[in-house]
C-alpha cells in the first residue's frame, strides 16, 4: 500500500515534469491521424467514436482507440486495446508495448474523453505525443489545448461541439 503511494507520487512528479517542458506550438494541418483515450466505466462505445469520424473523412484504419479499465477481468471481452493499473510504473515508465506504442504515434489529433481524475489516464494524455489535445472540462486545463465541457454520456453534444471548433480551427 505504502509502495502504491510512492509509485503514484513519483508518476506525478513525471506528469508535472512533462507539462512544464510542453511545448505550446501550434498547427494548422489537417486531421489525419486520431487517438482516443476512454475509461471503459464512463463510456465504452467504441464504435461511436469511429462511425463519428468517418463522417468526417478520416479513414477507420487511421482512428486508434484505447480503454483504461480499473480490473483486468472486465477486459476479457474486449477487442481494443485496453490498459490497467498493472501497465505502470514508477516514474512514468510504461509496461505495456502496445500502451508505449499509443503514446508515441504523433497523432493530428488526441481525444482524451473521461471525466474521472485517474493518474494513470492523466499521464497517458500528458505523454502522448500528439500535435494537439482535446479533453472534457474537469480535469487539469492544462493538459489540453480544447476542452469541452460535456459529460461522457453526452456524447451527441461533444460531437457536434468538436466538429464545429475542428471546423473553425480549420483542421477538417
Do not use: C
Amino acid at each position: 500500500m505504502i509502495l502504491k503511494a510512492f509509485r503514484e507520487k513519483s508518476n506525478q512528479k513525471y506528469i508535472n515534469k512533462l507539462l512544464n517542458s510542453r511545448n505550446g506550438s501550434f498547427s494548422n494541418t489537417k486531421v489525419d491521424k486520431v487517438g482516443v483515450i476512454l475509461h471503459l466505466s464512463e463510456f465504452s462505445d467504441f464504435e461511436a467514436f469511429r462511425t463519428f469520424f468517418e463522417s468526417i473523412d478520416i479513414k477507420r484504419n487511421k482512428v486508434k482507440i484505447v480503454a483504461y479499465v480499473e480490473d483486468n477481468k472486465d477486459s476479457n471481452d474486449l477487442w481494443d486495446t485496453y490498459f490497467n493499473p498493472k501497465d505502470f510504473g514508477w516514474n512514468g515508465k510504461i509496461k505495456n508495448v502496445e500502451l508505449q506504442t499509443f503514446i508515441d504515434t504523433e497523432f493530428d489529433i488526441l481525444i482524451s474523453f473521461y471525466k474521472q481524475d485517474v493518474l494513470d489516464l492523466n499521464l497517458i494524455s500528458v505523454a502522448s505525443k500528439a500535435k494537439f489535445k482535446v479533453g472534457l472540462a474537469g480535469i487539469d486545463d492544462r493538459f489540453y489545448d480544447l476542452i469541452i465541457n460535456v459529460a461522457p454520456k453526452e456524447f451527441t453534444l461533444f460531437k457536434n461541439e468538436l466538429k464545429k471548433y475542428l471546423t473553425v480551427l480549420n483542421k477538417i
